[in-house]
């Protein structure tokens, strides 16, 4: 099975800042990653796939990078609705997995 | 708009069984794959398994915490889609998610999830 790390588990930022959460991969996924974004007591929401691409809908402010194991999500300007738990997610091969998740706290 | 509404959910005893259903609107059914997803209570997501179309004979994939156990299925006439879980552990406690797979590779749309609980 294909391990997806996400570290650290938590960061605290302010509103207005750029924050950037890793993922990385086991093995080699290409950019066969999506990444989603959770809030308390609701469903996940897909924000991007294919490492880089945005789902329609998903604000600019969001970005991805990465390739091969090593994966980035990056949000701009962060504001109050953005402070949330990001997860990454491989979909190279079965089973597909999902990082641990990373919390992005108010500072 | 994409709706996908889970139902189902309960509490069920260790050993027993459970149906979960997945109402699907809004988009062509037939055409896309669909996947469980599942959370236990402050944990992380977990992938449970995938049902795919037609075309793929509906041929299905799974976790191995699940194989055996689980059986996902779909009712293209009804745009449903199943989780018939049996040999229920307590280690199955989690809200189920409901989730479209866009092109064969990636989800897009998840539903609102419904809680399962086992317990004696």
């Known amino acids: 099975d294909i391990q997806m790390t996400q570290s650290p588990s938590s960061l605290s930022a302010s509103v207005g800042d750029r924050v950037t959460i890793p993922c990385r991969a086991s093995q080699d996924i290409s950019i066969s990653l999506a990444w989603f974004q959770q809030k308390p007591g609701r469903a996940p929401k897909s924000l991007i796939f294919?490492?880089?691409s945005l789902l329609s809908g998903v604000p600019s402010k969001f970005s991805g990078s990465g390739s091969g194991t090593d994966f980035t999500l990056t949000i701009s300007d962060l504001q109050p609705e953005d402070f949330a738990t990001y997860y990454c997610?491989?979909?190279?091969?079965?089973?597909?997995?999902f990082g641990g998740g990373t919390k992005v706290e108010i500072k | 708009e994409v709706q996908l509404v889970e139902s189902g959910g309960g509490l069920a005893q260790p050993g027993g069984s459970l149906r979960l259903s997945c109402a699907a609107s809004?988009?062509?059914?037939?055409?896309?794959?669909m996947d469980w997803v599942r959370q236990a209570p402050g944990k992380g997501l977990e992938w449970v398994g995938r049902t795919r179309k037609k075309v793929n004979s509906y041929t299905t994939e799974y976790a191995a915490s699940v194989k055996g156990r689980f059986t996902i299925s779909r009712d293209d006439s009804q745009n449903s889609l199943y989780l018939q879980m049996n040999s229920l552990k307590t280690e199955d406690t989690a809200v189920y998610y409901c989730?479209?797979?866009?092109?064969?590779?990636?989800?897009?749309?998840w539903g609102q999830g419904t809680l399962v609980t086992v317990s004696s």
């Open positions: 997610q491989q979909y190279s091969s079965y089973p597909l997995t």
């Open positions: 809004g988009f062509t059914f037939s055409d896309y794959y």
């Open positions: 989730v479209r797979v866009y092109g064969s590779s990636f989800f897009d749309y």
């Open positions: 294919a490492a880089s």
